[in-house]
Structure formats: C-alpha cells, structure tokens
C-alpha cells in the first residue's frame, strides 16, 4: 500500500490525533450501541416483498402441471414447473437439475459427505479411504464453504483472489500435480466477499485445465446469480457448457437457492450438473428423502411465474439494498479516503463489501467495534482454518441493518481502523 496519512506526521502531531480519536471512540463507546452486522441476511422490507408467498396457495391449488399431488411423497428431484424456472438461474436444462429442500449449503454438505462414502462418477475410490483428501479454497472466500472442509478433515490450501476470480495460475500448477487434489470452491459471480465475478477466461481455464485427480469437482455457489445492484448485470459464462465443450462434462456441481430471493431457510435449494452427476445424485438422495417439499414449489412457481417474474423481484430488493451499499462506501470514502489506511470493493451485486485494513490491523478492527457494540463478522472467517495470513481482511454486510444504524455501525468501524492503525504507527 502507498505512504499512509498517519506516516507523513510527525511524531507530536501523531500522537495528537491519536488522543482525538481516543476521545472520539469512548464517546460513541458510552453511547452502548447494539448493532449486529456479523451476517448477510435481508431486512425487514426485502422480506416483506415475498410476503404474497404465504398465502398464494388455496385449498384448491396443489397440484402441478402434470397432475402431480404436491401434499403428498414423491418426486426425489422436484416438481417440473419449479426444475424449469431453477434451470433458468442454473443455466442448465430441467433434465440437469435437482430442487431439493431449503438450503443450498446443505446440499454442498450432503454432495461432499457422499462424495467421501460412495465413488463420484469417475471416482476409483471413495474420499474417505483415501489417506489425504484437499480442496482449493479461493480467498478471502465463504466462510462456511471453509468450515465444511474442517468438519470433514478435507485440508484447505488458499489461492489468492485477483480482480478476475481466483489465481488461475496456482489453482492450474496445483491441480495438475496433485491427485489428492479433489476440488475447489468457487463463488463465482457477486462473489462472497469480494465481489467480484470471475472473468471468461478463469471460467475456460478451470473447465479445461489438467486435473490429476480424475473425480476433480468444481464447487460452483452460484448463489448471487441474480443479485444484481446495477441495470447492467455481470455476465458470467456458462460453466456446464465450458466443461461439456472442453471434454470434461462431470467437473462441475453449480449451486443457488432463493435464500436472499424470497425467504432464507424457507426458500428453495436447487444445483445443476451434468445428467451422468444429476442421475448418479438422485439413486443417493432417495435412500435419505423420500422427496421434498413440493407445497413451497409450488408457492415459489406460484408467486414468481418465470424469469422475468424473479428479475421484476430481484430490483425491487436491489432498490431497498443499495442505498446501503452506497451508505457504506460514502462513509469511507469521506473518513478514510485518500489516507491509504484501508481499502474496500465496490460490488456490482451480491451482499458484501470486502474491506481491507493495514495489515495486522484486522482483528483489533473487529475487537474494537465489539468493544463498542458493533459485532463484525470475525476477522479471519473468510479464510480457511480462519487465518488470515495479513490479518487485513473484514466482510462487511451492510443489507440487514435500518439505514440510521448501518451508519452509527459504520462511522465506528472507520473510527476503530484510524484508532488501530494509529496505534500501529505509534508503537
Ligand atoms: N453460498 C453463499 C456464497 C452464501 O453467501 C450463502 C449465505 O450467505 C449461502 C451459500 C447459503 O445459502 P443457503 O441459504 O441456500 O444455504
């Protein structure tokens, strides 16, 4: 980073500063905030833009198109109406495509756990046998992609984040020469928390490049398909058809749900691949579920109707969000622009804002708001194993908090990163 505004003082006017901003955060210290910024969830008003989904049903409306009972057992990969819209934010084809409960982190979860006890198509061995089993883990990355891997005894080996997607270079060298080499996550558009949407290019090189493990998986969340900020939305390749063109139709699981669509933990969970990985999916999911829950298709094919229905939806909640993304980058661009003590994205979609500190300023940030009554998600958390080797990365998500509070929120975590880093400078 170029010279910080705290090394062009001179010792005494340092120390100066340092006493104002001292004072400054024991006064919004005493004012005993209570703010909790830790997660990316929608506010009240996004979530009462789905309120027509609790009762868009009748008595009368239960059955889907093809006649099908949607009150009772039956269809492992959902109901065809609802495989049909999902397609279209997968970008795959209805016959690609499994809509199964109501997260799509859960679906991440029981993929890799199976992948560990039954062979994946292409696999010689189960993961669990194996003596060493590890994934590629894009960073700063999503924090519960990470703790999956932990949970499973899967070791995680970062690769650094560029302005395109991840270090397409590593992620290659690696993938070639390693076959206990089994993975890598990928939030590949509005990316959780930087932002950013992977290039064309990174797209084709993780389709096409070598992989010395023959079950290699990419792990695709697309779970800000369609969270755009803007009118003019990120584009994205398609993934499935890369992998398809390039020879390797299996690489790929692509994941989304409705989470920050309609209602998290009662939305819809949905994932694409190829129809070798979709059908050898289904024989597994049927011994764990009989089917899941074709009520709330229903509701969601109901309320929505097609793409253009989710697109109306999806601006609506950009309306309600982005004046919060705008807060936040106003604020630091007012208190720490031009200072050189931080830096911070300025995301086309999706729920986050990527802040960077000085180094080794991370987690004293985060202790500091907490200290003040502004819980942060943890320094650390969007890196594997939580170590964040330059302790400067924060995820700030500014879409839950009422605008008054994302403020307060925010105006203390400027004033914590002037405190620390002057600290820094000082000792
Ligand atoms: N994937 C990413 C990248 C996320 O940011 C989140 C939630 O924040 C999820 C998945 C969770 O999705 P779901 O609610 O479908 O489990």
Redesign the pocket.
């Known amino acids: 980073m170029a010279i910080t505004s705290l090394e062009r003082m001179n010792n005494s006017d340092l120390a100066g500063y340092y006493s104002t901003l001292s004072r400054n955060y024991k006064k919004v210290r005493s004012q005993n905030l209570k703010l909790d910024m830790s ?2 969830k929608p506010c009240q008003e996004q979530l009462d833009l789905t309120a027509g989904l609790i009762d868009c049903l009748s008595r009368t409306d239960f059955r889907a198109a093809n006649g099908t009972d949607c009150r009772n057992y039956g269809g492992i990969d959902g109901i065809p109406e609802i495989r049909e819209l999902c397609a279209w934010i997968l970008e795959a084809r209805p016959a690609e495509v499994i809509v199964g409960g ?5 679906l ?1 979860h029981d993929l890799i756990v199976r992948a560990m006890l039954q062979k994946l198509p292409g696999s010689e061995t189960p993961w669990k046998k194996l003596p060493q089993v590890r994934f590629l883990c894009p960073s700063p990355g ?1 924090d ?2 990470f703790a999956i891997c932990e949970y499973l005894g899967i070791e995680m080996i970062p690769v650094n984040y560029q302005a395109d997607g991840p270090d397409m270079d590593k992620v290659e060298r690696l993938a070639a020469a390693d076959p206990t080499i089994k993975g890598i996550w990928c ?1 590949p558009k509005y990316s ?1 928390p930087t932002g950013i949407t992977y290039s064309d290019s990174v797209v084709k090189r993780l389709a096409t490049m070598t992989t010395k493990a023959s079950d290699f998986r990419i792990f695709w ?1 697309n ?2 398909a369609v969270h755009h900020l803007t009118n003019t939305p990120d584009r994205l390749l398609n993934i499935l058809t890369a992998c398809k063109n390039a020879g390797n139709p299996d690489r790929v699981f692509i ?3 409705s ?2 669509i309609s209602f ?2 009662s ?1 819809i ?1 949905m994932m694409a691949g190829s129809e070798t990985n979709i059908n050898w999916l289904k024989k597994q999911m049927i011994i764990q579920t009989i089917g899941p829950d074709k009520m709330n298709q229903l509701r969601h094919v109901r309320f929505f109707k097609d793409p253009a229905g989710i697109e109306a939806h999806m601006r609506r909640h950009a309306a309600i969000i982005k004046p919060k993304f705008d807060l936040v980058t106003a604020i630091f661009e007012s208190t720490l622009g031009g200072k050189n003590l931080a830096t911070w994205s300025n995301p086309r979609g999706g ?1 986050f804002i990527s802040l960077n500190t000085l180094p080794g300023c991370a987690k004293k940030v985060v202790a500091k708001a907490a200290e003040a009554g502004v819980v942060l998600t943890g320094a650390g958390a969007t890196f594997p194993y939580g170590l964040d080797p330059e302790d400067k990365n924060i995820r700030i998500a500014p879409t839950f908090p009422p605008l008054p509070e994302l403020k307060q929120a925010l105006e203390l975590v400027a004033l914590c990163i002037q405190l620390v880093s002057a600290e820094q400078e000082l000792a």
């Open positions: 997660r990316g109501n997260s799509s982190l859960a991440m999503y519960r992609h939030v959780n969340d779970a800000y994941f989304a749900s989470s920050k998290p933990g939305g969970a729920y």
